[in-house]
């Protein structure tokens, strides 16, 4: 390849990969590229790839573009911790709590990865906007789907075909999870485990197997979720794991029309319930037909602005200065 080629080449690239290019060359028709990706996120460097090659297939000469990724092999892989988001029984809103919890700790500049370990209900496809999108594998590793809101996820609903059943037993759904959760997930340094509801087998599994460094409870305000709640709590604290602290959905329903704001579930339940048994109240989100409506489109409110997104960020940096305080 000439010097003019080679010039040329060079300034067809994005700014970003001139910047972290290595070396280039040209030779029948193959660009072959080498660029520094080191601080990137595999959603960073999978965006920089594309925009590579993008720019470089419309050029003279081109018909074919290769690129190789380098990092500095001394930077520090990062200490990626779990965080479980749980609840005692299902239809409390968990997997939305997980969803936009996943999104407002990444704007909070978090690298956060999100596994959908709900195996028999299988949601966070939806509410993310990736289903349909099958996972890639990599030195025997499922990679994460990435999602529009920079929150890479797993899922069973990735694997299997839509409205499929899963019967599996216990062992089985727990050697299912495990690859979820010992996937290639890259820089995360954050990963959400949406936990199906209840304290069964799937649970005990995930717990005696990862560890989390800390559980998150969703419940909604009323007693019957609470009771559930409880033996949720429980179940953490039986197998070490500490307990952020509560958070309250469905709290309040604002009503279109005259404004008046009601309670059908009650209200301030598992704020006391937090109280009492000494946990952290982490906040409320209200019952609200526009994040209903928003999460069945796949764009998490936490993606926005206004209050529906400011229930969830206030809940994220709750959680984020836990995790801050305990690496301090």
Known sequence: MSGDDHSALQAALPPQARERLQSLRLAEGVATLVLDVAGLDRLERDKLEIAVKGALRGQDGVSEVRVAMTADRAEAAPKRRLIAVGSGKGGVGKSTLSANLAVALRRLGKKVGLVDADIYGPSQPRLLANEGIKPGTRDKKLLPVPSPWGVPVLSMGH????????????????????????????????????????????????????????????????????????????????????????????????????????????????????????????????????????????????????????????????????????KA
Not at 206 to 229: H, N
Not at 233 to 253: C, D, H, K, R, T
Not at 273 to 299: N, T, W, Y
């Open 159 to 326: 694997i299997i075909e839509p409205g499929q059943a899963i019967a599996w037993r216990g062992p089985m759904a727990g050697n299912a999870l495990s690859q979820l959760v010992d996937a290639d997930w890259g820089d995360a340094e954050i990963l959400l485990l949406d936990l199906p509801p209840g304290t069964g087998d799937v649970q005990l599994t995930m717990l005696q197997r990862f560890k989390p460094a800390g559980a998150v409870i969703v419940s909604t305000p009323q007693d019957l979720a609470l009771m559930d709640a409880i033996r949720a709590i429980s179940l953490f604290e039986q197998s070490e794991v500490p307990v952020i602290g509560l958070v309250e959905n469905m709290a309040g329903y604002a009503c279109p029309h005259c404004g008046e704001v009601s309670d059908p579930f009650g209200q301030g339940g598992a704020e006391a319930a937090a109280k009492s048994m000494g946990h952290a109240f982490l906040g409320r989100v209200p019952l609200d037909l526009a994040i209903r409506q928003a999460s069945d489109a796949g764009e998490p409110p936490a993606a926005g602005e206004g209050s529906q997104a400011e229930a969830f960020t206030a809940i994220a940096r709750q959680v984020a200065a836990w995790l801050d305080d305990k």
